[in-house]
């Protein structure tokens, strides 16, 4: 429960906010109806109702995903827009980390690369252990 936590607060706000929306817009829908003298008809309201949220996931939710998703695809594989250039300055380090001697320089490498998970000149996120 612990671990996904995040995901839950977010789920729960999600299904509150939703069924807000929702329980508002059938008396907004209601009221409407009233003024215009008109019978509340269920299909009437579920289409105003899906359109009104299909209108807000479309305008709010696709574009934060976008922002989302988008910045960090290209912060994972590299845009220069996105990230600093570290690889000239993890380049000198590894030049003077084996200065230190071939064969134990090498070896302080593979150390450094396997405790912070990175292979290939990209990182990986880092894997959480259970406390």
């Known amino acids: 429960?612990?671990?996904?936590?995040?995901?839950w607060l977010t789920a729960i706000f999600f299904l509150v906010s939703i069924a807000g929306h929702w329980a508002f817009g059938w008396y907004a829908y209601l009221d409407e109806q009233t003024a215009?003298?008109?019978?509340p008809a269920i299909g009437g309201y579920?289409?105003?109702?899906?359109?009104?949220?299909?209108?807000n996931w479309q305008s709010?939710?696709?574009q934060l995903i976008w922002q989302v998703v988008g910045l960090a695809y290209f912060l994972y594989v590299g845009s220069p827009a996105s990230k600093e250039n570290d690889d000239r300055a993890e380049a000198k380090l590894d030049a003077l980390i084996r200065l230190v001697g071939a064969e134990r320089?090498?070896?302080?490498?593979?150390?450094?690369?396997?405790?912070?998970?990175?292979?290939?000149?990209?990182s990986k996120p880092h894997a959480h252990t259970e406390a």
């Open 1 to 7: 429960m612990k671990r996904y936590a995040y995901g």
């Open 36 to 39: 215009l003298h008109a019978q």
């Open 46 to 55: 579920l289409v105003e109702m899906g359109r009104d949220t299909f209108e």
């Open 60 to 62: 709010e939710f696709l």
């Open 105 to 122: 320089g090498e070896a302080m490498l593979r150390e450094i690369d396997e405790r912070y998970l990175r292979t290939s000149g990209h």
